[in-house]
């Protein structure tokens, strides 16, 4: 009906099915090892950002999808423009942080300006962003056309179709 298919262009939804979603975002986790630059160009690519994290819920569900990872996970957050001052790298504050036990560290004085996502253990971590990570890209839910789901066929057989035996 035309009402139906109003509702379903006014419905936000994610781009498609390896998309997850969670609240008002989605989320596409990667298995490839990139830089941290070049997974935020990736992200770029798709309309999305590296994952920021606003709250211990949100937290919590990335987490879930931790377990496809076997490295850790680039997060969105860095202090490449002020050392010292981490910054998401889609601008929303900073709200929330689940540092490592004596993280940040910029370890043996090296610019680890980029936070990854210990894979073990959730915790961030600052790295050096040039190291290669796993990563995921969130980007808001938007008016993504509806899935096309193909019309079944129930009912009886067509004339003609029936079993004449």
Known sequence: SLLSSLFSLTELRCPGPDWYEFGEFCYKPFGDK???Q???????DLGAELVSIMSMKEQSWVESYLYMATNNLWTGLNDLLV??????SDDFEVTFT??????????NGF?????EMLYQSGRWNDKSCSELNNYICK??????????VQPTQYGCPQVGEANTS
């Open 139 to 148: 980007k808001p839910k938007a008016h993504y056309p509806a899935p096309s």
């Open 98 to 107: 689940y540092w490592a036990p004596g993280e940040p560290n910029n370890h």
């Open 34 to 36: 990139r830089t941290w």
């Open 111 to 115: 610019s680890e300006d980029c936070v």
């Open 83 to 88: 050392p010292g001052m981490f910054t998401w």
């Open 38 to 44: 070049d997974a935020q160009s990736k992200c770029r």
